[in-house]
């Protein structure tokens, strides 16, 4: 088959540049590079359709075809949609109805035929590929990732306030263009049950997708790449990363305590990944304080500790806080942050820290499904996550667990699950060892793509077997892009308020 993976958000280059560096390049890109290439492994042709990006301060992503080493069935096309220099995904909308999706139908007509079917990626990808179906009839899946409702519920939104939220982040239309994608595609394609049955079943897409309606989802979690994170695996970097954390640590742990076990996070710097619950956690257990330091992986910033953010929503809501946390209870000398180049990088630091008997933690107050929790299990450490969201699916086989599940909300719960395991030599190993083994067993990326082609395949045969037959009229808007056609306040606040 031939397939085409729309995804405009973000980008991809062979480096996997500033991947982790900003809110656009998170963990949807992972997971589309990697079903790309493990599709094209099984022999399929896959292009990876993106925005062209033309900036002096983005120089990775301006030639219109791109690849990937030792992957001839894989193409990166880059298509333009608006101005050249980047623009935040918030922005994308006017431009990929008046450019990109034309631009692509485009390409294609003049390149020899259009993909058998596609796989579109978060909000946008997904109206694109409604879209595209409603023009040339090329079927498509929706794989939402996140969406747009959850986050207005974490965000506390009110009436009063949704003026000012959808200002910035443009609700409205993303709100409708996922309740157009999740109609309009032939199946969505979740990662857990909790998403299915949870997010898609928010209020504010009543009426575009029945949740109980077995054949309109289909349940595919994605995958860990062993060649990357798993215990045996080494990156061409591997000795630089192993001294890059050795320089770190000596910067900003007490010269008696840099052979201590670590307690671990990498995550981006946002509110939502809850890192001050873990400062607030690790500085009101004596015991954890006296076992282990805390080290925080993250992107951009190579001491973010002490270096300013370049935002203000980043600096005011996350760094301030934990710096304060830091000083009042005296853990300069046991905590450090810095960056990591790459996803390579990031495994051998993993594999660093788990010869230390080191445990990996992400106390997010929510995680649709948690992939990087998997990938520290890969690569040896054992884990200590937050109980909301899928990683209690992803981490859990009847009644056995995988990693430590902790209330994200309580600092003196989350303390509770790390003390079970720093320290405790039997219980390291148990966990180590069973979680490695379970998620080498049951989350692969080649597994991950047979499941998808297995959909496709279905679909190509047989487009509109699986779909509504009340079809969601396209917005306006999505015709024709003006401030008299755009999604009003009103219309979201009747979505997500209720009318």
Not at 419 to 441: A, H, M, P
Request: hydrophobic share 40%; proline share 6%; aromatic share 10%.
């Amino acid at each position: 088959m031939h397939i085409g993976f729309l995804n405009p958000q973000g980008n991809f280059d062979p480096a996997d540049s500033h991947w982790t560096e900003h809110p656009d390049f998170g963990g949807q890109l992972v997971y589309v590079k990697q079903v790309a290439l493990a599709m094209a492994e099984l022999g399929h042709k896959v292009d990876i359709l993106t925005r062209q990006i033309v900036d002096p301060e983005w120089p990775e992503f301006s030639e219109q075809f791109d690849a990937y080493p030792n992957a001839p069935n894989v193409r990166i096309i880059r298509l333009p949609a608006g101005p050249k220099e980047f623009l935040r995904k918030e922005l994308f909308w006017s431009h990929l109805v008046e450019d990109w999706v034309p631009n692509i139908l485009k390409f294609y007509q003049e390149s020899g035929g259009l993909p058998d079917a596609m796989t579109s990626h978060y909000a946008d990808g997904g109206l694109c590929g409604a879209l595209i179906e409603d023009a040339v009839g090329v079927p498509f899946t929706f794989t939402g990732h996140s969406l747009g409702a959850q986050k207005l519920d974490k965000l506390h939104v009110t009436p009063e306030t949704l003026q000012e939220k959808n200002d910035y982040f443009n609700f409205a239309q993303r709100i409708v263009a996922e309740r157009l994608s999740m109609n309009r595609s032939a199946i969505n394609i979740t990662s857990t049950k909790q998403e299915r049955f949870e997010q898609y079943a928010h209020h504010a897409y009543h009426g575009a997708v029945d949740v109980n309606n077995d054949d309109r989802f289909a349940l595919i979690p994605p995958g860990v790449d062993p060649s990357i994170f798993g215990v045996e695996a080494r990156s061409k970097n591997e000795d630089a990363t192993y001294q890059l954390i050795q320089d770190r640590l000596a910067r900003d742990i007490a010269e008696e305590r840099r052979d201590l076990p670590v307690i671990v996070a990498a995550s981006r710097l946002a509110p939502k990944k809850n890192l001050l619950g873990l400062v607030r956690a690790f500085a009101q257990s004596q015991t954890l304080q006296e076992r282990a330091n805390l080290v925080f992986f993250t992107s951009g910033l190579d001491n973010p500790l002490q270096e300013e953010a370049s935002d203000e929503a980043t600096e005011q809501e996350v760094l301030t806080p934990i710096r304060e946390v830091v000083q009042e209870n005296g853990l300069k000398g046991k905590i450090s942050a810095f960056a990591l180049p790459n996803q390579a990088a990031l495994a051998a630091a993993y594999r660093f820290l788990a010869k230390r008997r080191s445990v990996f933690s992400l106390t997010s107050h929510h995680e649709p499904f948690g992939l990087a929790p998997l990938e520290a299990v890969v690569a040896g450490l054992p884990v200590v996550v937050t109980q909301n969201g899928g990683l209690n699916e992803s981490l859990r086989k009847d009644d056995k667990e995988y990693g430590i599940f902790v209330e994200p909300s309580d600092p003196s719960d989350i303390a509770r699950g790390l003390e079970k395991i720093v320290g405790n030599t039997q219980v390291w190993e148990d966990f180590s060892q069973c979680g490695r083994n379970y998620v080498l067993k049951h989350y692969t990326w080649e597994r991950t793509a047979k499941d998808y082609l297995k959909q496709l395949e279905q679909i190509v045969a047989s487009p509109d077997a699986r779909r509504p037959d009340d079809l969601l009229p396209i917005h306006p808007y999505f015709r024709n892009p003006s401030p008299e056609t755009d999604v009003s306040l009103k219309e979201l606040s009747d979505l997500y308020f209720g009318s």
